[in-house]
């Protein structure tokens, strides 16, 4: 085998593979029949609201608890039937970053990062060398030998983040790993995990209640509810066609939606003189087309722009308008605009403007 086919198939073993996972408490069913895997490389999100099974996941993911039934393979490996004491070279494969950073105050940054590495039975020599190594690559060569105390919240999840790669793990978990920062601070944790994803070829698990970390960071997002998998796929597939309610719900806050005056007007059935209100959305550089203009030009329709807005998973902008139409000319709209290559476009009903 060449060492370019050995490097392709390195791409092929999923780091991570959920097979048929089950776990309760009680009678309550967190996870249910839970089945997925994650590629080398591949950034994962899962959302989900409050008690969807989130946490429960990751921390079978992170072998710190075991499904009742199913696997959980690591690198091939599964997890779940490994007796504790072979657990901890799997563990080990797995580097962890949390929200609250959990550092140990008494110790300096260097020894916070060395840790894993001395617990791993490395020298001296050789856990100060690789901490030293990672502080440089997470940006705080210059902190070595400062304390936690002495930091701020993102230089904390800096060295957080620096401590989870310390063992050469195959796998990142961030636990809501940027909910306790501010948004700039946010933004340059997210931009330092794309920075050693790409780095290091790093696949990253994330669970977060912010969306606008997954459309930043991640690749594929799976949607949890009541410990079942409702809808999965790439970012800008899940986020620009949600097809659940929960799925829309999560996203309220990061898209645009109609003014409640519209909503509360809305109805199915087209009366005389009504307006049909269109939902646009628009992936990719059709959102710098002049849409109503060419709407007016060449089709001879007057659209108003009711609400608008875009937003960008990684760098590409998703556009999502409403706009109203009059009724006779729902239809004639709907294929013009799909004729100009929108991703989609759906009649939502009608009102009297
Ligand atoms: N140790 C436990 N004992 C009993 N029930 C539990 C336990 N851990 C989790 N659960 C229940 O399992 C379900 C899933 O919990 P989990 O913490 O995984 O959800 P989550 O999506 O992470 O929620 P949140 O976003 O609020 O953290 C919840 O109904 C929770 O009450």
Do not use: W
């Not at 989130?54 to 079978?60: E, F, I, P, Y």
């Not at 210059?142 to 002495?150: E, G, L, N, R, S």
Request: aromatic share 4%.
């Amino acid at each position: 085998m060449t060492t370019q086919s050995a490097a392709a198939s390195d791409f092929d073993v999923p780091v991570v593979e959920f097979q048929n996972v089950c776990r309760h408490f009680g009678d309550h069913i967190a996870l249910s029949n839970l089945s997925f895997s994650v590629k080398k490389a591949e950034i994962l999100g899962i959302i989900g609201h409050s008690g969807a099974g989130k946490t429960t996941l990751l921390r079978c993911l992170a072998g710190l608890e075991k499904p009742d039934t199913g696997q959980v393979k690591i690198e091939g490996k599964d997890m779940s039937s490994l007796p504790d004491k072979e657990l901890l070279p799997l563990r080990q494969r797995i580097g962890l970053v949390f929200q609250h950073f959990n550092l140990l105050s008494s110790k300096n940054i260097l020894k916070n990062v060395a840790l894993p590495l001395k617990i791993a039975g490395y020298s001296k020599e050789q856990r100060y060398k690789k901490a030293a190594d990672l502080l440089e690559l997470v940006g705080l060569p210059d902190k070595a030998y400062h304390y936690p105390a002495q930091l701020s919240g993102g230089q904390k999840q800096r060295v957080g983040i620096a401590r989870a790669l310390a063992a050469d793990p195959a796998l990142l978990l961030c636990d809501e790993a940027t909910s306790a920062l501010d948004p700039e601070t946010t933004r340059s944790i997210i931009d330092l995990l794309l920075h050693i994803n790409k780095q290091l070829k790093l696949t990253i698990v994330l669970i977060t209640h912010e969306m606008s970390v997954i459309r930043l960071l991640a690749d594929r997002v799976i949607v949890l509810q009541q410990g079942k998998i409702i809808e999965e796929g790439p970012v800008t597939h899940v986020f620009s066609h949600p097809k659940t309610e929960t799925t829309q719900q999560l996203l309220t806050e990061e898209q645009p939606s109609l003014p409640d005056s519209i909503v509360k007007k809305l109805h199915a059935d087209a009366q005389p003189n009504d307006y049909a209100i269109l939902r646009v959305v628009m992936l990719g550089d059709i959102v710098r087309r002049p849409l109503i203009a060419a709407l007016q030009k060449e089709h001879n329709i007057s659209a108003i722009l009711l609400e608008g807005g875009i937003t960008h998973i990684r760098e590409i902008p998703i556009g999502t308008l409403f706009l109203a139409v009059p009724a006779k000319h729902s239809r004639q709209t709907i294929e013009a605009l799909t004729g100009m290559g929108v991703e989609t476009v759906e009649s939502i009903g009608y009102v009297l403007l």
